[in-house]
């Protein structure tokens, strides 16, 4: 998909379809009174006025309106009032555009998306929802049937009225990668777990930061034995499946300051709750349980591809949690890296187990900020749903900044708070914590716990157990998000800059 940024006068321009937005300002009592749309309607014989008297051009966001011409065919996508028009509608237009044009057969066309003059990475977020509109995941369909065969798209135009052009192609670069990224870890979430074992997420990984001057390491079972990762250990003890820890260091030679930043994410590419075995409806949902790690991956090329100028650790520890004769029982008390015992009382609360151990390892690393990211809590899509990630930590400033990022991103994001009370909820007879804090405030005991191995760390943690899947088309296709992968490139660019 070859992307270019243009500028100059709509008449001028030399594609098979041109996508337009307009807003509901745009027509007054039923007439078009914006300029650009008079002219435009003068173009196609008063066909766009008349579809505002048919009704069916009215502005609302839902609605779109397609024209074609043999020369030049028109995709007028409704986007409500001006004023109300925000990032997350820039994503999602784009998106239903190019999905639009797809569904037509179109493999060519120009964007002019109007209304963005207030948004912070509009070109870059415009590209990347191009990748994200563009996807599918057909990787275990048969052939395309011949009468129906599968539209490529070749090349997209987008129109920009900024004066500076090449800052904006350099934008539309960084978007294609983050696309790219983003598409990487839709893929991963997508694949059932007997095509995403750790060894293959490791593979993946390989070849994704192939491109990119990552380095790379895999740590095998006995190397995190020597580490003394008793917690993450446990976690795969009942699996077949090797377990990986994967780490990837983004260390340029230009670098803007000091900081080290780690993002950890929750690899468990399958979730069957091991012993506290997990009900069966629904269950084969827990594929996605490796979504933190594609979101972290994904984020670790793109931020090397960027070449951003500032170190970043990337922290993935990839296990299956399955019951079994090895498997970890409720009960057993293991140690994590840090000397910290911990009581399993439930061994379907494994994510947090796997990243005690990651957090430990980001800490020894010397991190001066940790990000995590996991699938951690049922508790949090109960909260939030499907819509909008939870977010907790234990330096607010930290907190804001990002929040700030994921609001300039389009990603919705909500603080739940991490009051010290909550880590009463840990207490065990037995060992220095237990791994669940009962029926009440799951997701925020859960980062209470996690609080307890990031040392005095500035750290935040981010739960996308709703997030990272998609039920219906929206933005995202059905499916895996690839969540946070944008987020987190623009968060770091800002703090390296
Ligand atoms: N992977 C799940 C969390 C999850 C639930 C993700 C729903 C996506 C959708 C996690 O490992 C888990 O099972 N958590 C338990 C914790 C409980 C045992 C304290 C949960 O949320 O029920
Ligand atoms: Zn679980
Ligand atoms: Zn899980």
Redesign the pocket.
């Known amino acids: 998909m070859k992307i270019e940024v243009i500028r100059g006068a709509l008449e001028d321009l030399n594609t098979p379809l041109l996508i337009i937005n307009y807003f509901k300002d745009d027509i007054d009592k039923q007439i078009i009174k914006d300029k650009l749309l008079v002219k435009l309607d003068q173009d196609y014989d008063g066909l766009i006025q008349q579809s505002v008297e048919r009704m069916e051009m009215r502005g609302e966001s839902s609605s779109s309106v397609f024209i074609p011409e043999k020369n030049r065919s028109l995709l007028l996508l409704g986007s409500g009032k001006l004023k109300d028009f925000d990032v997350e509608d820039l994503k999602s237009l784009t998106a239903k555009g190019i999905r639009r044009a797809k569904s037509k057969g179109f493999t060519q066309m120009a964007f002019y998306i109007r209304g963005l003059e207030d948004m912070t990475h509009r070109i870059s977020l415009l590209t990347e929802s191009l990748y994200v509109g563009n996807y599918s995941f057909d990787l275990f369909k048969g052939k395309p049937e011949e009468d129906k065969p599968k539209t490529v798209i070749e090349s997209i135009q987008i129109i920009s009225e900024s004066t500076d052009l090449k800052m904006d192609q350099r934008m539309a670069e960084e978007g294609e990668i983050i696309g790219q990224s983003i598409n990487f870890a839709q893929d991963m979430i997508n694949r059932p777990a007997n095509h995403c074992t750790p060894t293959i997420l490791a593979e993946q990984a390989r070849d994704f930061s192939s491109k990119s001057s990552l380095e790379l390491t895999i740590l095998e079972q006995k190397d995190v034995e020597s580490m003394n990762m008793g917690s993450f250990l446990s976690v795969a003890a009942g699996s077949k499946e090797p377990l990986k820890f994967i780490v990837m260091r983004h260390n340029p030679s230009t670098k803007t300051g000091t900081e080290k930043i780690a993002l950890v994410g929750?690899g468990?590419t399958f979730?069957t709750?091991g012993i506290?075995l997990?009900p069966s409806a629904n269950m084969h949902?827990?594929k996605?349980?490796m979504s933190g790690a594609a979101a972290v991956i994904g984020a670790m090329v793109a931020i090397s591809m960027l070449n951003l100028p500032i170190e970043v650790i990337g922290i993935v520890p990839a296990t299956e949690?399955m019951p079994s004769g090895n498997a970890t029982k409720p009960g057993d008390i293991v140690k994590a890296m840090n000397g910290t015992t911990i009581e399993v009382l439930?061994t379907?609360?494994?994510?947090?187990l796997i990243l005690a151990d990651a957090l430990c390892y980001a800490v020894k690393e010397k991190a001066t900020r940790i990000i995590d990211v996991?699938?951690?809590?049922?508790?949090?899509?109960v909260a939030l749903g499907e819509i909008t990630t939870g977010v907790l930590g234990n330096d607010q400033d930290f907190v804001n900044r990002f929040m700030e990022t994921c609001h300039t991103t389009g990603e919705k994001i909500w603080q739940l708070p991490l009051f010290k009370k909550y880590h009463e909820q840990l207490k065990s007879d037995v060992a220095d914590l237990a791994?669940?804090?009962g029926k009440y405030a799951?997701t925020i005991?859960?980062a209470s716990f996690l609080e307890k191995f990031v040392d005095k760390t500035p750290w935040i943690h981010l739960d996308i157990?709703?997030t990272?899947?998609a039920s219906n088309e929206n933005y995202h296709s059905k499916g895996g998000t690839g969540i946070k992968v944008t987020s987190f490139v623009h968060f770091i660019k800002e703090l390296a800059s």
């Open positions: 929750k468990v979730d709750g506290s997990k949902e827990m996605g349980d949690n439930n379907d609360a494994e994510g947090r996991a699938t951690l809590t049922g508790a949090c899509v791994n669940i804090g799951g005991t859960a157990a709703g990272n899947w």
